[in-house]
């Protein structure tokens, strides 16, 4: 980017950053989820949007729904795309870098029939009969992460657990040969961070570096595969390449997009889920006695207190949302930690309690045509890692400020200080 470009970006983050804070001030439910303080907490603001029960319209021109039923329900609706109507990506300014869109999320950001075609492509890699083998390596990594973990007496839950035991394990997934934890965290960051769009002009910057650098790590790794091909996605993808199913481009942003929703997530979801058990009383106790709730505290923290609190859809024509309309293009939040908490779905939603029975299904992992790809393997590495814990460090308490991440889309500890 040039200089020029660079003022441009800059003026526009400070006039949509003054633009949503005045709207934030005076209220609106949907500018206050982009915004400190009300960004801290923003279960509060989740409960606003949903008690009227109905589509929210705001005035920064998207609407948004926050009830299981309307979230379900959209998630499912073909009218809705992830993309504009006739194709376009969403955001896209007539000039310059996009503010909103700043990174090409593969999967993420495709409808049908692109959409449909590469699902297909990177669907086998998380086939049950293949995730299995992954829970042994979760193990053995976690024991080892543990190990010097124990060592240590205090440690950073985040820096020392949640964070390198899914970056390996997406690493293995990918076979990538050296994996660089602290590098991999920063690109997470920085791509994580994207989803809420851009910060400022340093983190547009840090983006362009982070893409570059892992297109180079992809790139190198496609030509190694095509000379030495192993179990692992990318040689399966090289396959589906050479036979033009694929081109370079969508095979290197799909595994990027493996690469950060692969670890991210489940870094969030070891986090907030040992945060919650941390602070509300008896839980942590409960999972101590029996380990076996593992699985229990993993569905929970995804119902209570998800790593990816909403998502987005696009109306793909002039409709109406439960005798709402809505214009064709417009764009539409689905609050999917705000469906978690909706008394209509789960009784006492406000209680966290890893035991509980789970009466309606949550949405943390999305629905319809996007549903999480890689539900099972989080699930695998929440369930090992928690249960590891409990039983290796059953008086882990917590001995210091937890810092959580400045994001309204991703949602978890940046930094969690405990003692063995
Ligand atoms: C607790 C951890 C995770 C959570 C909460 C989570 C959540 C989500 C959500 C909400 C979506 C859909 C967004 C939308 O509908 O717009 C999604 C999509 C996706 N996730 Fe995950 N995810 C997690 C872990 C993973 C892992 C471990 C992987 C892979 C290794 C993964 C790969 C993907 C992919 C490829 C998609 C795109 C699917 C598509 O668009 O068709 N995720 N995830």
Redesign the pocket.
Known sequence: MTLRDDLALGSRIAAMRAGGLALALRGDPVARLMHKPWRRDPYPTYATVRTPRRVLRSRTGISAVATHELCEQV?RDRRFG?RLADGRAPFAPEEGPSLLEPIDLS??NLDAPD?TRL?RL?QPTFAPRRLERYREIAETITADLLDRAVARGRFDLVRDLAAPL?ITV?AR?LAIPEVDTERFTAWGRALGGALDGVRSVAHAHELARTTTEARALFESLVSRRRVDPGEDVVSQLVGALDEGRMTIDELVSLAQ??LV??FE??TN?VGNAVRAMQTTPGQWEALVAEPGLAAGAVEET?RYD???QL?ARIAHEDLELDGVPLRCDSGLLVL?AAAGRDPEAHPDPDRFDIAREQTSPHL???GG??Y????A??RLE?EVALRMLAERLPGLRTVGRTVPKTATVLRGPRRFPVAA
């Open positions: 998630l992830v999967l993420l959409h699902r990177a899914p997406i997934l997009l493996l929703a692969g997530t489940t979801l995804l998800p790593p990816v998502t999917l943390a992992f999305s045509a996007h999480c790809l890689g539900a393997l989080a929440g």
